[in-house]
């Protein structure tokens, strides 16, 4: 693939449900992000993986969100019992060099 | 707290002008700098960067000019075509740190 995948592009969910969301990242790419947008707000980093690293995990707003980096490629964001502030477009990013992150097109959650 | 500000969400140029966007940033440490464009249901594309170490860097009809007094970023782009209307997304990183603090977006309106 050329770029960064994300899925589902958009997911509605009901308060307190689980969801999981998928990133692939660009082959190769040895650091991964998470950002999220919520409205009107530019995009507010998650979590960072590097290499075989321990994650970055500090911008995680609460203990209801995990991510995961499995064989140092596939990441899934995984929000447990979901809220109406959890909407928002989750973004994935990859990155070789510093500094230079190519971003997904995002998922888009609604909690309804 | 926001560390990096887009004071202006929205800016509309007629096309073949000068479109000027805006950043200030508040975090002294803060060393690199990024723009990125946005198109709706994308992904931010990387635009153009520049180092805390340079004021200005050029890359065909795109300027950004970085004022380390002022803690002031700007982005030009001469000349505006309609193809730039888009969300320009101001962003900062400091030292080792990978992720990126963003601002919350300008969105650009070239008027043809």
């Known amino acids: 693939g050329a770029g960064v995948s994300q899925s589902p592009s958009n997911k509605v969910t009901e308060k307190g449900k689980d969801v999981e969301l998928r990133c692939d990242p660009i082959?190769?790419?040895?650091?991964l992000y998470w950002y999220r947008q919520s409205l009107g707000q530019g995009l507010e980093f998650l979590i960072y993986?590097?290499?075989?690293?321990?994650?970055?995990k500090s911008g995680l707003p609460s203990d209801r969100f995990s991510a995961e980096r499995t064989g140092g490629s596939v990441s899934t964001l995984t929000i447990q019992r979901t809220q109406q502030e959890d909407s928002a477009v989750y973004l994935c990013a990859s990155s070789l060099v510093a500094n230079e992150q190519f971003f997904g097109p995002g998922t888009r959650l609604t909690v309804l | 707290d926001q560390q990096v500000k887009q004071n202006s969400p929205s800016l509309s140029v007629q096309e073949g002008r000068i479109s000027i966007l805006n950043c200030d940033y508040t975090?002294?440490?803060?060393?690199?700098f990024l723009w990125y464009k946005k198109y709706p249901a994308e992904g931010p594309t990387f635009l153009i960067s520049?180092?805390?170490?340079?004021d200005k860097n050029e890359d065909g009809r795109f300027t950004v000019f970085l004022n380390k007094s002022a803690k002031h970023l700007s982005l030009h782009i001469v000349p505006s075509q309609p193809g730039d209307s888009a969300v320009y997304f101001c962003a900062a990183n400091k030292g080792s740190a990978r992720q990126l603090t963003f601002g919350s977006g300008t969105q650009l309106t070239v008027l043809p």
């Open positions: 975090n002294s440490m803060f060393d690199y």
């Open positions: 993986f590097q290499g075989n690293s321990a994650p970055d």
């Open positions: 520049i180092s805390s170490i340079k």
């Open positions: 082959s190769g790419h040895t650091a």
